[in-house]
């Protein structure tokens, strides 16, 4: 559904996509993780044709974004991270603007439109002016919107920032049920448990470059089963174990205390990449002493370190 082929990008000196391969198959709900600056947005940006790329290729549904453009657009929708709904318009304008724009007869406009406020809630908004609706009914507009025409493809650049725990959870619902009706999601994310939870697949992205794609579980599996953080004067500190009990006993030999806790997605991804999903001060990844064991610990001169497990 989503072919990517040696796709590059530069502005002046900088080169924000360095090569990037990858094969999204129809119907997966594929997860595009990285810190601020790695190239997330400007990849979805060059799939939905709103920047060129510099070199490589990329085809939506089997339609080369470059020399086959209005068909392979036709294939997607875009919810973008900043909210750009018209504010003076009603909920239904815009709507029926985004329908226009893909030249949608009045008819199927006015269904789809009915049919999907039904699906994402919002029925009884239709004659709201979006300015009066909060972050997270504006978001539902905007999946709404990038639905109307029919995509294959939904690309979601972050699109539940700056939304509340449970809304956010609402959200992921619905883009759950958007998936088991057959179309196919890129998610662009800082919410580590956000691609944990949702994703079929996760691709790590550093430095304009992918280090690492895979399920979920297979990801988290490669750094252990189990963590324990700590802090020492080096900051705070995590390591990494195969089970429980050799957690506990490394956790045990530190003069401190310690935190038991499984390992999550963010963990996989600070090992591989030395960075945090979301940015922190300078922190980075170091191989611990043992098996099966890692630290993650902020930069210093002298490094981090890690207990070895029993």
Known sequence: MIEIRNLQKTYGKTQA?????????????????????????????ILTGLTRLSDGSAALNGYDIGSQATAAKR??????????LDSELTVGENLDLHGRLFAMPAAIRRRRIAELLAYVELSDRVHSLVKQLSGGLKRRVMIARALLHGPRILFLDEPTVGLDAAIRRRIWSLIKQIQQRGTTIFLTTHYIEE??????RV???????????DSPAALMAGVGHWAIDWVSDAGMQSAYFPSREAAQAAGAALPNGFTLRRVNLEDAFLTLTGKKVVPDSGTQAVQGHGPGVHAAAPHNPTGGHSKKGN
């Open 203 to 213: 691709a790590f992205l550093e430095s304009g470059r992918i280090v690492a794609v």
């Open 75 to 84: 294939q997607c929708g875009l919810v973008p991270q900043h909210v750009n």
């Open 17 to 45: 996509l360095c090569g990037i391969d990858l094969h999204v198959p129809a119907g997966e709900l594929f997860a595009y993780l990285g810190p601020n600056g790695a190239g997330k947005t400007t990849t979805i940006r």
């Open 195 to 200: 691609a944990e939870f949702l994703a079929d």
